[in-house]
Nanobody, 126 residues
């Protein structure tokens, strides 16, 4: 049975930091691209960051470049998102997702991802 569980969300002041963690099980984690998506009220779900199965390539949305860092540990089946310099507009529900792309290809559409967590709320106060 597949499990994808996010943790680490919360309320933080603008300029602050949060670290989101995602623990996965039930599939061959080391062969999946892992991504962090977010969805704010009234907006579409968007890919924030992604990392290939071996960590060789990463993707960041323009809005978070230089502030967010994605990392993975294939030994622990975890992927983290370090978020620094948080802004009010980063407020959203953040989702961890897995894409069975055992390659250097990084896909950005939510429909390409196979497994999803339940999401964790990040609220940034201005």
């Amino acid at each position: 049975q597949v499990h994808v569980v996010e943790s680490g969300g919360g309320l933080v002041q603008a300029g602050g930091s949060l670290r989101l963690s995602c623990a996965a099980s039930g599939f061959r984690f080391s062969r999946y691209t892992m991504g962090w998506f977010r969805q704010a009220p009234g907006k579409e779900r968007e890919l924030v960051a992604a990392v290939t199965w071996n960590g060789a390539r990463t993707y960041y949305a323009d809005s978070v470049k230089g502030r967010f860092t994605i990392s993975r540990d294939n030994g622990k089946n975890t992927v983290d998102l370090q978020m620094n310099g948080l802004k009010f507009e980063d407020t959203a529900v953040y989702y961890c997702a897995a894409d069975e792309s055992y390659s250097e290809l990084l896909r950005i559409r939510s429909g390409d991802y196979d497994y999803w967590g339940q999401g964790t709320q990040v609220t940034v106060s201005s």
